[in-house]
Structures are given as structure tokens and as C-alpha cells.
């Protein structure tokens, strides 16, 4: 897979609502990620920026590298101050030993590792920061839980991808002192976000557009009924942020 693959891409349809209603890593998760020492920083597979702006406000350098020019097209209008640049986790437009971390945000597992790996060394000066970071709603919450479920119904003939949650480096790669940690949060959205959000998945986008308008309509109803959502202006939603880092070796 030596680009996003065609399910990966699908993303830039909706790519005015993904950035409005997909939530963004917890910064504590961006800190812990993050080296000391300040230097480049490269937001890899970086969509519409939700991470790119979180780095933007802390690193005086950032570049953002996407695939899809309708991402990278909200992405530039969001971040206007950032190098955006078309490219992949496989073919990263840079050059060697240009970056101090390399970050991927809820993405890793569009990439090839075979190939990502290799460049993302590549661009790495030693002791480098290669992170990894997959920010999703906290289905610890019984809420949240049984709110996914009610999607899973409706939907129970297309397969939901969910993240594997970790990264499988290949034999000989350049990288030590891998760590994980799990961070946290909540972000807050109105109940009609809420249903928003769970239409900017693939899942959703690769429905026929009557199932899409079948189960938008099934699931505001579901919230709108809810006991803990229907009579709330605003919503706490949890999110969990797994985090895996590793060092690039000299």
C-alpha cells in the first residue's frame, strides 16, 4: 500500500465536517509525545490539522504532510502559518535528518509499516521522536458504550475498522525506548455534533446515501430520546488517547 488506500481517502468527501466535529488529541497526550529541545516537527498524515494546531501553537517549526488535497485544503485554511506539503507515510516529501519527531494522529493504520518505518527514520536526526497516537470516544463510559452499540446495529452488515492500537516495528528498525501511556479527556459537543460525529467515519461514507440519510435519522432520534443526552444543550464527551513513542538511535 504505497498511498491511502481508496477507503483511507474517502475522508476528503467530508472533510468540512471532520474537522468541525472530529475531536483532536488531549494536549497532555501531545506533551508526553513531544521531545525536549525544541527543532522540527512533522504531523504526519495530517488531515485537517487537528493535531497540526495543537503543534503549532507549542513548535516554532511545523510541516504537515497529507495525501488528500480536499484535507490538506481545509488544513492550509486552518493553519496558514504551517508548510503543507501532498505526500505520504511512504513517500515523505523531505529531506534526510530534517526532523526531531514525527507524529501520527489516528492514522497509523492507513500506512504501510514495512515502508513508513524506513522513512520515517529517514527523516529523523538521532534521538529523534517517532509517536503514534489513536484519539476515539472512551467506550469505557457506559454511555458512550451503548451508543456505539445502537450504531453497530445499524450498520451490522458493513464491518467496523477499529485501530489495532499499537505499531509493529520491522526487524532492524532504527528506534529504542518504546513507551506507552493512555491519557484521558473530554471535549464538549451538542447533541446534533454528536450524531454528526459518528457520520464522519468510513463506515458511514461508504453507506448508499439512502442508508445514510436511514441511519442519520435513526440515530439523532436515538439521542434525542436519550436519558442522559435528550434535555442537554451541551455534552462532556469522553475521549481515550493511546500513545505510543519510540527514540530514533544514532
Known amino acids: 500500500m ?9 475522508f476528503g468527501r467530508s472533510a ?26 512533522v504531523d504526519l498524515a495530517a488531515g485537517t490539522g487537528a493535531l497540526t494546531r495543537l503543534l503549532s501553537a507549542r513548535c516554532r517549526q511545523v510541516t504537515a504532510v497529507e495525501p488528500d488535497a ?14 503543507t506539503l501532498a505526500g505520504s507515510g511512504e513517500h515523505l516529501p523531505l529531506a534526510d535528518a530534517c526532523a526531531h519527531a514525527v507524529l501520527v494522529s489516528s492514522a497509523w493504520h492507513w500506512l504501510d509499516p ?11 536526526v538521532p534521538g529523534g521522536r517517532f509517536g503514534v497516537l489513536w484519539t476515539r470516544r472512551d467506550d469505557d463510559v457506559p454511555w458512550v458504550a451503548e451508543l456505539d452499540a445502537f ?33 484521558r479527556g473530554t471535549v ?13 467515519y468510513g463506515f458511514f461514507l461508504r453507506l448508499p446515501e439512502a442508508e445514510q440519510r436511514r441511519v ?18 451541551r455534552v462532556a ?13 544514532g
Open 70 to 83: 480536499r484535507m490538506r485544503a481545509v488544513l492550509t485554511d486552518r493553519c496558514p502559518e504551517v508548510r
Open 2 to 10: 504505497g498511498e491511502r488506500s481508496p477507503s483511507g481517502m474517502s
Open 114 to 124: 514495512a515502508l513508513a518505518v524506513v522513512e520515517i527514520a529517514r527523516v529523523l
Open 16 to 41: 468540512v465536517d471532520y474537522d468541525r466535529l472530529r475531536p483532536g488529541p488531549p494536549r497532555a497526550a501531545v506533551d508526553w509525545l513531544l521531545p525536549g529541545g525544541g527543532g522540527g516537527v
Open 151 to 183: 450504531v453497530r446495529g445499524l450498520v451490522r452488515d458493513i464491518p467496523l475498522r477499529e485501530p489495532c492500537y499499537q505499531v509493529d516495528l520491522p526487524d532492524g528498525a532504527p528506534f529504542t525506548e518504546v513507551r506507552t501511556c493512555v491519557v
Open 216 to 233: 442519520r435519522a435513526r440515530l439523532a432520534d436515538h439521542v434525542a430520546r436519550h436519558p442522559l443526552l435528550a434535555a442537554a444543550s
Open 237 to 249: 464527551l469522553p475521549l481515550r488517547s493511546v500513545c505510543w513513542r519510540a527514540t530514533r538511535t
Open 188 to 200: 464538549e459537543r451538542t447533541p446534533e455534533e454528536l450524531v454528526g460525529l459518528y457520520t464522519t
